[in-house]
């Protein structure tokens, strides 16, 4: 290490740090604008010149100017476009895929099906979904073939022109129907494909101390994450072998593994280039197209690029798990919950994804932030014929939230207790334990909610 | 093919395009003009918000031949190598912007906005960016900006 380096002062401010950026940048305006800085006097805080300060963002300005390259907005020369074939039934056997018309097609540069991709399953915990879909197609949203075109629209009618012959099967859409495992999604597997159990206490005695015992069904609705910039991919595979993917893909490293087991070729062959990411909320975070475009890519000696449509968001990529959630509290005449149990049933549509995390993190937070002595919570992920659902922010935990919530709001009404009073008696305090027995430090949920109705006037609404 | 002959940022360009060709794909796949961006390519969204003849358009349903002797604003036409636009300024400075996907066609309807109507109120402001959805949801931070820039604009606050 040589001398000259500039290790940063704690006493430089931002400014002082951003000043040779500022010489650099185009346009190259006047002075670097900033609020007023308003340096925080907190003591705890002061730990780097960051800390206390405004700071714009480093990456406003190419935003604002529009230069900033997402995926679609780099070309490269004699490059080409995929599409790909959906299969637009829910379930069924695949008994041939014809592809020749297709193939004729002046314009088409390369066909792709499943039986070429020298591994055709992923998945983040679970390898259960295709690349292409070559012997069943699980879900309506699943790819059956990709088309490399020189443009977008040949590769269009190209997928149109591809023959696909289904042997349909009878699928299963609803969660707590395939509970019963009479239709697999995935045989000979069950449909339930995760579960995690929390017990603590003794839930029958807790029933028997409750006044009052509240049973409710929730339910909430699958969403998907609709990032304004669609899910996109360009792959190069160059003549050493080596493929190049420059992917809107949140975890590359994770996506670096993935791709390299379904191309079957050493990790250090695949280079992945993160572009900035035009939303993901958790709906980027698996490969998706990539491994197929590194293969038309490669029958092509062309990089390939494949755009998402609208409609491609929403049938051919990850949503947000619907839940159906069944809730028995126990509680005594001045409002103390005494038990709880707890069952989820996610719908996790086709394909694990990041199930099994949204699972573990629904069932942990599933008691809500209260105390409960008694508790029982079990939960279950179920495969069906749907969509897949995966990572969206929050992990299952907003979905839980709106249930057991929803119960505090009855049990209030039904005690005729104040429903802020009746969540400060029963909430988490410092010390507290969660379901799982984690002791936890710097509670502040009450000072929160206090502090929370006393801005929006929670009392003088008189409610 | 559709031969088309437009103004785009102050300077005539031409080019001859499939007549299905929109004019969103026209600035971006002709002129790799590509900070327009395609969203959703139903005219829901506004990442593609171009002005055309003084009036947002979105740009996705609008077709290349539609524009032929047309003067259109792109997001590229705002900033000149010395300086920012005053919106463009303004978001940076309010960090209105964070994945930025959605930002061109936000900037562009507040340009088309305050070019008609230099002194908007906030519901003028909601209204005209009513056509631009943020998935990162961050309007408040956006309206902020432009009113900001446009206080700028109008003389009553120096450009910082």
Redesign the interface.
């Known amino acids: 290490m040589t001398d000259d380096v500039k290790v940063a002062d704690k006493t430089d401010s931002l400014t002082d740090l951003k000043e040779t950026d500022e010489d650099l940048r185009l346009p190259s305006v006047v002075e670097p604008a900033h609020f007023p800085v308003e340096t925080i006097d907190t003591e705890a805080r002061h730990q780097t010149p960051a800390v206390g300060q405004r700071a714009t963002r480093p990456d406003g300005r190419l935003h604002g100017l529009g230069q900033t390259k997402y995926i679609d907005d780099i070309t490269f020369p004699n490059m080409l476009f995929a599409k790909m074939k959906r299969a637009g039934i829910s379930s069924a056997l695949i008994k041939s895929i014809d592809t020749s018309e297709a193939e004729a097609m002046p314009g088409v540069a390369a066909v792709l099906t499943g039986k070429e991709i020298p591994v055709n399953s992923y998945g983040p915990s679970y390898q259960d979904q295709p690349v292409l879909a070559d012997e069943r197609v699980f879900h309506a949203g699943d790819p059956v073939a990709a088309v490399a075109a020189v443009t977008e629209q040949i590769a269009e009618e190209a997928c149109e022109r591809i023959k696909v012959e289904y042997e349909p099967l009878e699928p299963v859409y609803d969660p707590v129907e395939a509970m019963k495992d009479e239709i697999k999604v995935h045989p000979p597997h069950s449909n339930i494909y995760a579960t995690k159990r929390i017990k603590k206490g003794d839930l029958e005695k807790g029933f028997a101390e409750a006044d009052h015992i509240f049973e409710g069904v929730y339910s909430t609705q699958m969403i998907e994450h609709v990032p304004l910039e669609p899910h996109a991919s360009i792959a190069q595979w160059d003549p050493n072998g080596r493929v190049t993917l420059w992917s809107s893909l949140g975890r590359i490293t994770l996506g670096r593994a993935d791709i390299a087991r379904t191309l079957d070729m050493p990790i250090n062959k695949i280079r992945i280039v993160g572009t900035i990411v035009g939303g993901n909320f958790g709906g980027k975070n698996e490969i998706t197209t990539e491994p197929a475009l590194a293969l038309l890519s490669r029958k092509t000696g062309r990089p390939v690029k494949m755009v998402y449509t609208r409609e491609e968001e929403f049938i051919a990529s990850t949503t947000r798990h619907p839940f159906i959630m069944e809730y028995k509290t126990g509680v005594t005449d001045d409002g103390m919950i005494t038990a709880r149990k707890v069952r989820l049933v996610l719908d996790g549509g086709a394909y694990c994804s990041w199930s099994e995390t949204t699972l573990g993190k629904a069932c942990i937070l599933s008691a809500g932030p209260y105390n409960i002595e008694n508790l029982l919570a079990e939960a279950y992920c179920m495969y069906t014929n749907k969509t897949m659902t995966g990572a969206m922010r929050g992990f299952g935990a907003p979905q839980v939230c709106f249930a057991y919530e929803s119960q505090m709001d009855e049990i209030a009404h039904k005690l005729g207790i104040d429903p802020l009073e009746l969540r400060m008696k029963n909430a988490f305090h410092e010390g507290s334990a969660s379901p799982t027995g984690q002791v936890l430090q710097s509670v502040v949920v009450k000072d929160s909610l206090e502090k929370a109705a006393e801005r929006f006037g929670w009392k003088e609404d008189g409610q | 093919m559709t031969d088309v002959t437009l103004t785009i940022n102050g300077e005539e360009r031409s080019a001859s395009v499939?007549p299905?060709t929109s004019l969103l794909r026209l600035l971006?796949d002709e002129f790799?003009l590509?900070?327009?961006?395609?969203?959703?390519?139903?005219g829901?969204?506004g990442?593609c918000t171009v002005i055309v003849d003084g009036m947002p358009v979105n740009a996705c349903l609008m077709l290349a031949g539609q524009v032929d002797g047309r003067d259109v604003v792109?997001?590229?036409g705002?900033?000149?190598?010395?300086?920012?636009h005053p919106?463009?300024?303004a978001?940076?400075?309010f960090?209105?912007?964070q994945?930025?996907?959605?930002?061109?066609g936000v900037?562009i309807s507040a340009k088309g906005l305050l070019d008609r109507n230099p002194d908007p109120t906030k519901e003028e402001i909601k209204d005209a960016l009513s056509g631009n959805?943020?998935?990162?949801t961050g309007y408040t931070k956006m309206i902020e900006a432009v009113q900001d820039a446009a206080r700028i604009l109008r003389g009553e606050k120096e450009?910082?």
């Open positions: 499939p299905e971006r790799y590509t900070g327009s961006k395609l969203g959703c390519d139903v829901d969204c990442a792109t997001i590229e705002l900033a000149t190598l010395e300086d920012l919106i463009q300024k978001f940076e400075e960090a209105s912007l994945c930025g996907f959605c930002g061109p900037i959805l943020c998935r990162c450009a910082a």
